[in-house]
Nanobody, 122 residues
Framework: QEQLVESGGGLVQAGGSLRLSCAAS????????MGWFRQAPGRDREFVAA????????SYADSVKGRFTISRNSARNTVFLQMNNLKPEDTAVYYCAVDRLDRVSTFIAGFWGQGTQVTVSS
């Protein structure tokens, strides 16, 4: 069956970096947009970044522009989120998602991973 598995989360000090990975399996995800969302305690899940199937089009939330970079591998079945200059407000569970219609700027998640915890200490 379809599966998205995130990894790379952890505890880091403010100003540090982490790289999240999301591996897709079970079917062909290469023609889908892939993205990252996050949810902090007591808050709604929010969009972080997305990348189109060709990897030529990306989109970012204003709060992470210039600090986070989304990319995907050549097989287009793994998506990465490089997070630099992390801040305590980036603390959240980060979820990988797929948009089967390859929407990037208006990404709508149709399938989710289980999430990975990112904690940034001050």
């Amino acid at each position: 069956q379809e599966q998205l598995v995130e990894s790379g989360g952890g505890l880091v000090q403010a100003g540090g970096s982490l790289r999240l990975s999301c591996a897709a399996s079970g079917r062909t995800f290469s023609s889908y947009a892939m993205g990252w969302f996050r949810q902090a305690p007591g808050r709604d899940r929010e969009f972080v970044a997305a990348i189109g199937w060709s990897a030529l089009v990306t989109s970012y939330a204003d709060s992470v522009k210039g600090r986070f970079t989304i990319s995907r591998n050549s097989a287009r079945n793994t998506v990465f989120l490089q997070m630099n200059n992390l801040k305590p407000e980036d603390t959240a569970v980060y979820y990988c998602a797929v948009d089967r219609l390859d929407r990037v700027s208006t990404f709508i998640a149709g399938f989710w991973g289980q999430g990975t915890q990112v904690t940034v200490s001050s």
